[in-house]
């Protein structure tokens, strides 16, 4: 069965750049949800989208942005890169309906220098 | 805000022993969840719980929620040296519209073969 793809599966950034990392959700789910993971904490919810439009933010930092698109596909952004944003990004997606089921991506490994 | 913890942070047994790792929260939820990482790798969904159920099983993993404490007790029976993981608890909760998982600090078990 196909699942979340997540892409690229590791970043390594200077600070002060921008990164974007992006996520597919399975076929047919309309929701999807971005986590960061910091090394040995647990994942912390930043952001979700619901049928392209901002669903729930959670800890998602001012320079971080972003945004759903109509095939459902997600992107996150973000600029002004710190030593504290190294960390797992994980996207999960579901079904609005049945939203407490979110099935998780591998995770993008952001390393920044 | 609403926060599972975790409980024990580490736990190392013997191939075939039983684990249970516990989880305690904060607010009334909708569901909890289990889930396993491996180190540094992608989450994986194990199990479900919903509000109104008290008892949960899948295959060697029987999971209990006792909502009047507000906690879930994850028991691995007959563990394998493959069940060495991190694993968490996430819940989410009512009047929540974007269905955000909150983590728990996770146990990171070691089953030695």
């Known amino acids: 069965a196909a699942g979340v793809i997540q892409s690229p599966r590791h970043l390594i950034k200077e600070k002060r750049e921008t990164a974007t990392l992006k996520c597919y959700p399975i076929p047919r789910h309309d929701t999807v949800y971005w986590y960061q993971q910091g090394p040995g904490q647990d994942p912390q919810f930043l952001i979700s989208?619901?049928?392209?439009?901002?669903?729930d933010k959670g800890s998602i930092p001012d320079r971080f942005s972003a945004q759903q698109f109509s095939d459902y596909h997600s992107e996150l952004n973000m600029s002004s890169l710190e030593l504290g944003d190294s960390a797992l990004y994980f996207c999960?997606?579901?079904?609005?309906?049945?939203?407490?089921?979110?099935?998780f991506g591998p995770g993008t490994r952001l390393t920044v220098l | 805000s609403q926060q599972g913890e975790e409980d024990p942070q580490a736990l190392s047994i013997q191939e075939g022993e039983n684990a249970t790792m516990n989880c305690s929260y904060k607010?009334?939820?909708?569901?909890l969840q289990w889930y396993r990482q491996n180190s540094g790798r992608g989450l994986v969904h194990l199990i479900l719980?919903?509000?109104?159920?008290r008892e949960k099983h899948s295959g060697r993993l029987r999971v209990t929620l006792d909502t009047s404490k507000k906690s879930s007790s994850l028991l691995i029976t007959a563990s394998r040296a493959a069940d060495t993981a991190s694993y968490f608890c996430?819940?989410?909760?009512?009047?929540?519209?974007?269905?955000?998982?909150?983590f728990g600090g996770g146990t990171r078990l070691m089953v030695k073969p």
């Open positions: 607010t009334s939820i909708n569901n």
């Open positions: 989208f619901y049928e392209k439009m901002q669903s």
């Open positions: 996430a819940t989410d909760y009512p009047n929540n519209a974007g269905n955000m998982l909150t």
């Open positions: 719980i919903r509000s109104n159920e």
């Open positions: 999960a997606s579901s079904l609005w309906r049945a939203a407490n089921e979110q099935f």
